[in-house]
């Protein structure tokens, strides 16, 4: 948790920074181009390559290739092999993207943890500033307390 004095992260993005991430994401987008989206039902239900089935997948392709004569002619090994490598090429860019996904969530969690007990903090010392008498401080209060009305037990107290 974070606290008033160890501030890990205080740093907000340029306007630059921002324009330059969304640039990449739209570059990122507009390269793959064949990217799916899938229901919610096709997610669970579609068969997946795991470490297991990966060995059996590339072993297949394999037999597929060497021994065409022993498939119909309406199987599509090259399309299977198509497939295998669109799978392989993506699933080298997800390593990357879920690094990067994982710092950005990260980022967040940590920046708004020490925002809101930043928050926290300053609600009380406004509380502490009203209850000594200190002008306008009451309002702030008002305003501020708000957020505690509806937690239950009735409290303006985080």
């Known amino acids: ?4 004095t160890n501030n890990r992260i205080n740093v907000s993005m340029t306007a630059a920074q921002i324009t330059g991430v969304k640039t990449a994401f739209t570059a990122i987008q507009t390269n793959t181009p064949f990217a799916v989206s ?6 669970t239900s579609l068969p997946k390559i795991d470490v297991s089935n990966k060995a ?3 072993d297949a392709i394999n037999a597929a290739v060497n021994n065409a004569a ?3 002619g309406y199987f599509n090994t090259a399309a299977m092999q198509t497939d295998y490598q669109l799978f392989n090429q993506v699933d080298e860019l997800l390593g990357i993207a879920r690094q990067i996904v994982e710092r950005l969530e990260d980022t967040l969690i940590l920046a708004g943890s020490e925002s809101y007990v930043a928050a926290l903090a300053s609600y009380k010392l406004f509380i502490s500033a009203a ?3 200190v ?5 702030i209060v008002d305003q501020l307390k708000k957020r505690f009305l ?3 037990g009735g409290t303006t107290n985080p």
């Open 38 to 43: 899938l229901t919610t039902d096709e997610r």
């Open 135 to 139: 002008v306008g401080a009451d309002a």
């Open 150 to 152: 509806n937690n239950g």
């Open 56 to 58: 059996f997948t590339e």
């Open 70 to 72: 022993m498939l119909p």
């Open 131 to 133: 209850d000594a008498g």
């Open 1 to 4: 948790m974070g606290n008033l």
